[in-house]
């Protein structure tokens, strides 16, 4: 199944917001209602789940509210002038705060200070009109971003997933490469591992917006199930990117000298990782296992052992992820 042709050239928040804005003013144009507050209300509820954006209009009412009765305040003792706009929006921001109403203290703020130059002399009708377009600008923005084009963050997820599977097994066989020459300092993995920090970061959030989704738009392909299927490849993929930055972080002035033997069981970890990078199958080298296992029971705890005791053993726990990961897909 894939995501709506639209939504994938110009974004489905785009779109949503596009919407929300045109049909807030075409009701408050309908209804004789300065449309300019209620389109800002609707453009800042845009979220990227339906729950988010329910969650947040809680917080963004009262603090448009708020903003709006501060302008009025503020208008009626000092009129237009740089000290009401100054009042407008500092007042607010600092009640907003003191409340706790984080999510709302933008709108509100712009609300507070858009109003200052057209409130003139009808404060009542002002504030009750700002009242009334804050909740079309609410109401619209949350009906069109239940309603249309529901977000599915699961196919995202699936992409940037197998990315990551790509981007582990790229830098791991090259880490291999760099303990194999005895380079033990990496800028380039360590570059590589920020960019794949940033696409765990990515799916973690991407995971939460799907769990808010499932709980409004739900069907029977696309369930919690379905979900958790997708956040268990993830959580090895998590696994294996903990065991990678052990391998690539390592204390300064590393030294590490490999046997013989030990060489040549790195060597075959290489060949099975780079024949798993190029065709997708997994072989297995219980023979190299073995012998790293082995030197593991024979290290002593000090100096330097230390370290390759830590080194050959993220290098056998990362084996072991991958044999079991690709033993399952075989089957």
């Not at 009262?62 to 709006?68: E, R, V, Y």
């Not at 009401?84 to 705060?97: E, N």
Request: proline residues 2%; hydrophobic residues 45%; glycine residues 2%.
């Amino acid at each position: 199944m894939k995501e709506n042709w639209l939504s994938r050239i110009i974004g489905a928040r785009i779109i949503k917001t596009g919407l929300a804005t045109f049909l807030t003013a075409l009701i408050c144009m309908s209804l004789s209602l300065n449309p300019i507050f209620a389109v800002i209300t609707s453009i800042v509820t845009i979220e990227p789940t339906a729950k988010a954006s329910l969650k947040k209009a809680y917080v963004r009412f009262p603090a448009s509210i708020l903003g709006a009765f501060i302008a009025v305040i503020s208008t009626y003792f000092f009129g237009e002038s740089p000290l009401s706009y100054s009042l407008a929006a500092t007042v607010t921001i600092l009640i907003c705060y003191q409340l706790k109403l984080m999510d709302g203290m933008l709108v509100a703020a712009i609300t507070a200070v858009a109003m200052v130059p057209v409130i003139h002399e009808a404060f009542v009708y002002n504030f009750v009109s700002r009242l009334a377009t804050t909740t079309i600008g609410l109401a619209t923005a949350g009906i069109v971003n239940f309603i249309i084009l529901p977000p599915k963050y699961i196919y995202q997820i699936e992409s940037i997933n197998s990315e990551m599977d790509n981007k582990i097994l790229k830098i791991y066989i090259n880490r291999l490469k760099e303990l194999l020459l005895g380079e033990y300092e990496s800028a380039t993995s360590m570059k590589n591992m920020t960019t794949l920090q940033q696409s765990a970061t990515k799916i973690e959030q991407l995971i939460k917006y799907q769990k808010e989704e499932y709980d409004y738009h739900r069907t029977k392909k696309e369930s919690k199930s379905h979900i958790r299927k997708v956040e268990m490849k993830y959580h090895t993929n998590r696994l294996l990117n903990a065991h990678l930055l052990n391998l690539i972080y390592l204390p300064e002035n590393t030294h590490i000298i490999f046997t013989e033997k030990e060489r040549i069981a790195l060597s075959n970890f290489l060949k099975s990782y780079e024949h798993l990078e190029s065709t997708n199958e997994f072989m297995k080298q219980k023979k190299a296992a073995s012998t790293l296992k082995n030197s593991v029971k024979g290290l002593d705890e000090f100096d330097e052992n230390q370290i390759k005791s830590h080194v050959i053993y993220e290098l056998l726990m990362i084996n072991k992820i991958l044999n079991d990961r690709y033993s399952k897909i075989s089957k």
